[in-house]
């Protein structure tokens, strides 16, 4: 059982940075490839981008393209999200997702970000 924990979150500035890591923990992420996906009130949960287990490859939305940026550090069992050039709208709750199966699909519990002046 895979147990993934989201942090970083908190209250930023328009056009300001912030750094999410999801880190797990009692078995290893490096075999799975990670997505993050984020929710604000009233909309459904969409996926913003995800990494490769080799780390080799990584996607965006377009609506984070060349704003966020994926990495991993599998030594640390944890994925990071870098969010440069934050909106308003990427007000949410930010989740990470490992999944190599239906059986195997393993949510962190969310961590919130909020941008605002």
Do not use: H
Request: hydrophobic content about 30%; some cysteine; overall charge positive.
């Amino acid at each position: 059982q895979l147990q993934l924990v989201e942090s970083g979150g908190g209250l930023v500035q328009p056009g300001g940075s912030l750094k999410l890591s999801c880190t797990a923990s009692s078995a290893t992420l490096s075999a799975y490839p990670i997505a993050w996906f984020r929710q604000s009130p009233g909309q459904e949960r969409e996926g913003i981008g995800c990494i490769s287990s080799n780390d080799r490859f990584t996607y965006y939305q377009n609506s984070v393209k060349g704003r966020f940026t994926i990495s991993r550090d599998n030594a640390k069992n944890t994925v990071y999200l870098q969010m440069n050039s934050l909106k308003p709208e990427d007000t949410a709750v930010y989740y990470c997702n490992a999944r190599l199966s239906r059986a195997y699909d393993y949510w962190g519990q969310g961590t919130q970000v909020t941008v605002s002046s």
